[in-house]
């Protein structure tokens, strides 16, 4: 075991292997306060990248409803049963990882689902965290609430896969940090499976292998954003990179958004993976369940999401999610357009702040007809 600083957890932990940083790290941030369930991300990866036999139950990116929904089924609460509540002091994490909890040499600690878990992807959907009395309507404020969370595998800083894996068949490429399975290697102990704290490792029954999110690196090494990302209508995802070599760059959307400004934060960070997928978290779930999930930062994020309106540089970042099949690394906001750059120094998009207005008559002249509706 050696020590490895993870930012996510403002100090040192244990790790099995001190490997160097990538280049760059690939990244996503996702606004849970625009997602809509509409599973449109989950259909187009399934059927990218696992409609294949042994699939059937593998879903590399789902989307699941919180606070009763998992896939698999209670996939965060029973290890946190295992590990015990979170304890921060401010921004730095006193209780033990999941590398940490087992005692040196050993794995990090687990557990593994068994078949019934992969049963009912849509298990608690739409859920409400309590009862509504009938006849009972919303106000300014409400006790029930929901929200939705979209899932894929985080190609963690310091994933607990690689580290579980007794036949080093998991790697983390140098070059983007994409977190890989190598199935020649593979012999499908599942350890991987049982590490991995999101249990985004799934076992394929008739290849006999592990198998997860390749983070569409095909797409990634041409300069295109994920298949998930540039299919999700809402336009919740935005997918680029984080710089590891350097200070964390203002032009940079990812650094931005996450490092610079935390707005977005990790997903049980208190695990110790350092995940790189970032949630903006819902404004109007109570922050207890939100400091749970994403640790602290929640009630300042909260209150920089409410105000946006205020801040044209953060705005003109988040205009950037969904706007362009090319994974921006670069933007500005000009007068009133947030305009993003491609890996390749090429212009690819330009959002305006306010979408303008084009009045038509009534009656076309070149046409000679009429529209019904003139706006």
Request: glycine share 8%; aromatic share 12%; hydrophobic share 30%.
């Given at each position: 075991?050696?020590?490895?600083?993870?930012?996510?957890?403002d100090?040192?932990?244990?790790?099995?292997?001190?490997?160097p940083?990538?280049?760059?790290?690939?990244a996503?941030?996702?606004?849970?306060?625009?997602?809509?369930?509409?599973?449109?991300?989950?259909?187009?990866?399934?059927?990218?990248?696992?409609?294949?036999?042994?699939?059937?139950?593998?879903?590399?990116?789902?989307?699941e409803?919180?606070?009763?929904?998992?896939?698999?089924?209670?996939?965060?609460?029973?290890?946190?049963?295992?590990?015990?509540?979170?304890?921060?002091?401010?921004?730095?994490?006193?209780?033990?990882?999941?590398?940490?909890?087992?005692?040196?040499?050993?794995?990090?600690?687990?557990?593994?689902?068994?078949?019934?878990?992969?049963?009912?992807?849509?298990l608690?959907?739409?859920?409400?965290?309590?009862?509504?009395?009938?006849?009972?309507?919303?106000?300014?404020t409400?006790?029930?609430?929901?929200?939705?969370?979209?899932?894929?595998?985080?190609?963690?800083?310091?994933?607990?896969?690689?580290?579980?894996?007794?036949?080093?068949?998991?790697?983390?490429?140098?070059?983007?940090?994409?977190v890989?399975?190598?199935?020649?290697?593979c012999?499908?102990?599942?350890?991987?499976?049982?590490a991995?704290p999101?249990?985004?490792?799934?076992?394929?029954?008739?290849?006999?292998?592990?198998?997860?999110?390749?983070?569409?690196?095909?797409?990634?090494?041409?300069?295109?954003?994920?298949?998930?990302?540039?299919?999700?209508?809402?336009k919740i995802?935005?997918?680029?990179?984080?710089?590891?070599?350097?200070?964390?760059?203002?032009?940079?959307?990812?650094?931005?958004?996450?490092?610079?400004?935390?707005?977005?934060?990790?997903?049980?960070?208190?695990?110790?993976?350092?995940?790189?997928?970032?949630?903006?978290?819902?404004?109007?779930?109570?922050?207890?369940?939100?400091?749970?999930?994403?640790?602290?930062?929640v009630?300042?994020?909260?209150?920089?999401?409410?105000?946006?309106?205020?801040d044209?540089?953060?705005?003109?970042?988040?205009?950037?999610f969904?706007?362009?099949?090319?994974?921006?690394?670069?933007?500005?906001?000009?007068?009133?357009?947030?305009?993003?750059?491609?890996?390749?120094?090429?212009?690819?998009?330009?959002?305006?702040?306010?979408?303008?207005?084009?009045?038509?008559?009534?009656?076309?002249?070149q046409?000679?007809?009429?529209?019904?509706?003139?706006?």
């Open positions: 075991m050696v020590k490895r600083f993870n930012w996510h957890i100090r040192e932990q244990e790790y099995p292997y001190d490997g940083k990538p280049a760059r790290q690939v996503y941030v996702f606004d849970t306060n625009k997602c809509i369930e509409c599973q449109t991300c989950t259909v187009a990866c399934k059927t990218c990248w696992t409609s294949g036999k042994g699939q059937e139950t593998i879903f590399w990116n789902n989307v409803t919180k606070p009763y929904g998992g896939y698999p089924h209670e996939w965060d609460s029973r290890l946190m049963q295992k590990c015990g509540p979170a304890e921060w002091q401010g921004k730095k994490l006193y209780s033990i990882t999941i590398f940490e909890k087992n005692g040196e040499g050993k794995p990090p600690v687990g557990h593994l689902p068994n078949e019934r878990d992969y049963s009912a992807p849509n608690g959907e739409d859920d409400l965290s309590e009862m509504i009395d009938q006849g009972a309507h919303l106000g300014e409400h006790n029930g609430w929901m929200f939705y969370l979209a899932r894929i595998c985080n190609h963690c800083d310091h994933p607990a896969c690689l580290a579980a894996c007794p036949r080093k068949a998991i790697y983390k490429r140098e070059e983007d940090g994409i890989l399975v190598d199935q020649e290697r012999r499908g102990y599942q350890a991987c499976v049982e991995c999101y249990k985004k490792v799934f076992f394929n029954v008739i290849n006999r292998a592990s198998e997860k999110c390749i983070g569409c690196f095909p797409r990634v090494e041409q300069g295109n954003v994920a298949l998930c990302v540039e299919s999700c209508i809402g995802r935005l997918h680029g990179f984080l710089s590891t070599q350097e200070e964390p760059r203002e032009d940079n959307p990812l650094d931005y958004i996450v490092k610079i400004r935390k707005l977005a934060l990790p997903c049980y960070p208190q695990f110790g993976t350092g995940p790189n997928v970032f949630y903006i978290p819902p404004v109007h779930v109570p922050d207890p369940f939100l400091e749970q999930m994403f640790g602290p930062g009630e300042e994020a909260k209150d920089m999401y409410r105000n946006l309106k205020n044209r540089q953060l705005l003109g970042a988040l205009m950037l969904g706007a362009s099949p090319r994974i921006i690394t670069r933007y500005e906001v000009q007068g009133d357009e947030a305009v993003g750059w491609d890996v390749e120094g090429q212009e690819v998009v330009r959002v305006p702040f306010t979408e303008p207005t084009y009045y038509r008559k009534h009656f076309d002249e046409y000679e007809a009429y529209r019904h509706n003139a706006v």
